[in-house]
């Protein structure tokens, strides 16, 4: 039974021959040749029953058939259409910038791409290149040299004029966050320093991304964090990659379980003991709105001097990196008067 043709991929190339054409069919095993138009291919691989790979070649611009030889019939035909080459043309790479290590994979849009050679990112060639079309190639981006790189296609045409540019990245790197601890709730504004920040996409909390960030400079982002728990390790993603992470942690909200004495004179200067859990990274005390001096004994005590005020109660409330906690009564009591 002759072998039947079902696909030829690329459909088009130079009439300068020297593309290089997959065919895809059946029965293909045992062919003598491939032919397009009148033409012998320059050379073909029959590398199964179903694949055949040959090299087209130069002939006038315009539609060819391309046909298998086989012992037992030619193989029906598809269309390889010849195109004059021309000097390629490069208006588009998308995305524009990556990491320097390389491996990005960028669509390269324009003209007269049938044919090309060559791809390559300031004069290192593509890790790969695929012709999708005479106005679209698709490549993975090499490693390279932080800064503009001009992107090269090389058609039997020509090269492109070097105007079009991939911008290398260099990889971000943190070096510490500020504060470094907050409450689970989120909400709290860190600012992060580094260096190559700029044009980050994404700033994360472990997996979770930032509430909202903003690029200050280069070195310098400020980010509001999500809500979360426990460690959860900051790192910032540009262009460049995915920066080293740096300590952030979630701390739980402090709560107030008794106060000894719980009254105490009008006057100032009557020590408090605030009983209560995760009290250790505590900032501020407050009897009512007023702040006062205190001492933190452990993550379950801390003690603060009551300030003057007239008599009656008042909210005491402890506030740490995780929050404020709810207030506990404390009651001022005037000295009796004869």
């Not at 079309?133 to 993975?140: D, E, H, M």
């Not at 379980?257 to 995760?278: D, F, H, I, K, R």
């Amino acid at each position: 039974m002759p072998p039947t043709i079902s696909t030829v991929s690329p459909s088009q190339g130079p009439t300068t021959g020297g593309t290089t054409v997959t065919l895809t069919g059946t029965g293909m095993t045992g062919a003598t040749g491939v032919r397009f138009g009148s033409t012998g291919a320059t050379s073909f691989t029959v590398n199964s029953a179903t694949q055949i790979t040959a090299v087209s070649p130069p002939r006038a611009a315009g539609a060819a058939a391309v046909t298998i030889l086989h012992p037992t019939g030619n193989s029906n035909s598809v269309t390889f259409t010849y195109v004059v080459s021309q000097v390629p043309v490069v208006t588009g790479v998308s995305p524009s910038s990556g990491p320097t290590s390389g491996g990005t994979g960028v669509t390269l849009t324009g003209t007269g791409f049938t044919g090309a050679t060559a791809v390559t990112f300031a004069a290192v060639a593509a890790t790969s290149f695929l012709v999708n079309s005479a106005t679209q190639i698709t490549a993975t981006t090499p490693s390279g040299s932080a800064g503009a790189a001009v992107v090269a296609v090389t058609t039997p045409g020509g090269t492109n004029a070097p105007d079009a540019f991939f911008f290398y990245a260099a990889p971000p790197a943190l070096s510490s966050a500020f504060p470094n601890v907050g409450p689970a709730a989120g909400g709290v504004v860190v600012t992060l320093t580094g260096s190559n920040l700029l044009n980050a996409g994404a700033v994360r909390f472990g997996a979770t991304d930032a509430a909202s960030f903003t690029v200050v400079s280069a070195t310098q982002i400020t980010a509001t964090a999500p809500p979360g728990t426990d460690s959860s390790p900051i790192t910032v993603v540009t262009p460049g990659g995915t920066s080293n992470p740096v300590a952030f942690t979630y701390a739980a909200l402090p709560t107030l379980t008794a106060l000894v004495p719980t009254s105490g004179p009008t006057t100032a200067g009557t020590v408090v003991t605030l009983a209560g859990t995760n009290l250790a990274t505590a900032s501020v005390v407050r009897f009512g709105a007023t702040a006062v001096p205190f001492t933190v004994v452990s993550d379950t005590q801390v003690t603060a001097v009551a300030p003057a005020a007239p008599a009656g109660p008042v909210a005491v409330t402890v506030t740490t990196a995780g929050g404020t906690s709810t207030g506990l009564t404390y009651t001022r009591v005037a000295v009796p008067g004869i």
